[in-house]
């Protein structure tokens, strides 16, 4: 059985709000995030770059990592 | 659409090259921007599991990604391949509280040993250096690709703007170290 529930606008925002917020500070993964929102990756990235969401703090730390040693590799 | 009529399992041959693996994030970023391509052109092959392949082909049809990656699994250079040990790959996704198609890319990479991983999910890029392996996000699909000469400094340059105009918005720290890697292979 499914059960449809009909959210108003002003708590999807809410809610929508509170996971972008959890994605970019780390709490939550991109897929959880897409998964929570009931969104294809492709589409939660889409989300993110209209929301101007910078990536979270420990992703760019490792991707500044990852940086750091192909340059020291030459 | 295509589905996978048969998804391989197991190692390969000894001889044949370490696999690397990709997760769905490198995938649909790089055809955000345009540059799917680069990756055949770099890797000559890529491995995926069916998560991913379903996360990015099948969940996300008709967006980014989802055509260029099923056109290479039609092509023959991006395999589906599922792990072999699900249980090992359900006990990572619990012990680490991380998605099961994350915990599917990493259990695929220890299973095939792989050489590489692309991944731009902080979850996945930590468990696998965890294992020793290497770990790539597309900044680093782009340095190498400079450094192959498969784009120009200054096309790694435009691409990793607009990177981070398409939801790839990374500090300008990071992309202060890009820059460096980058310049570092001008003098090659």
Redesign the interface.
């Known amino acids: 059985m499914t059960v449809k529930v009909k959210v108003p606008g002003r708590i999807r925002e809410k809610l929508l709000s509170e996971i972008l917020a959890m994605y970019s500070s780390g709490e939550l993964s991109a897929g959880r995030a897409a998964e929570m929102l009931g969104l294809p990756r492709a589409a939660f990235y889409q989300l993110l770059a209209e929301r101007d969401v910078p990536l979270p703090a420990k992703l760019d730390e490792s991707i500044q990592r990852e940086l750091k040693s192909l340059a020291g590799r030459k | 659409m295509c589905y996978p009529e048969k998804v391989s399992s197991a190692r390969s041959e000894e001889d044949a090259p370490l696999p690397i693996i990709s997760d769905?994030?490198v995938l649909?970023?790089l055809?955000?921007i345009g540059l799917f391509s680069l990756l055949k052109s770099l890797y000559s092959e890529l491995t995926i599991s069916p998560s991913v392949f379903h996360?990015?082909v099948e969940?996300?049809w008709g967006?980014?990604?989802?055509k260029e990656t099923n056109r290479a699994v039609l092509e023959g250079w991006v395999k589906v391949v599922s792990v072999v040990d699900k249980a090992e790959s359900v006990k990572i996704a619990e012990r680490h509280g991380?998605?099961m198609?994350?915990a599917e890319t990493v259990q695929l990479a220890k299973e095939l040993k792989s050489s590489l991983v692309l991944a731009?999910?902080?979850?996945v890029?930590?468990l696998v250096e965890e294992y020793g392996l290497e770990?790539?996000?597309c900044?680093?699909v782009l340095?190498?690709a400079a450094k192959a000469r498969l784009i120009t400094v200054s096309e790694a340059t435009k691409a990793a703007e607009q990177l981070r105009?398409?939801?790839?918005?990374?500090?300008s720290?990071?992309l202060k170290?890009?820059r460096?890697?980058l310049k570092?292979t001008e003098g090659?």
């Open positions: 769905a994030s649909i970023h055809s955000r996360e990015v969940k996300g967006l980014p990604g989802s991380i998605q198609a994350n731009d999910e902080e979850e890029r930590r770990v790539h996000g900044l680093g340095v190498e105009g398409s939801g790839y918005r990374i500090s720290k990071t170290s890009f460096e890697a570092l090659r």
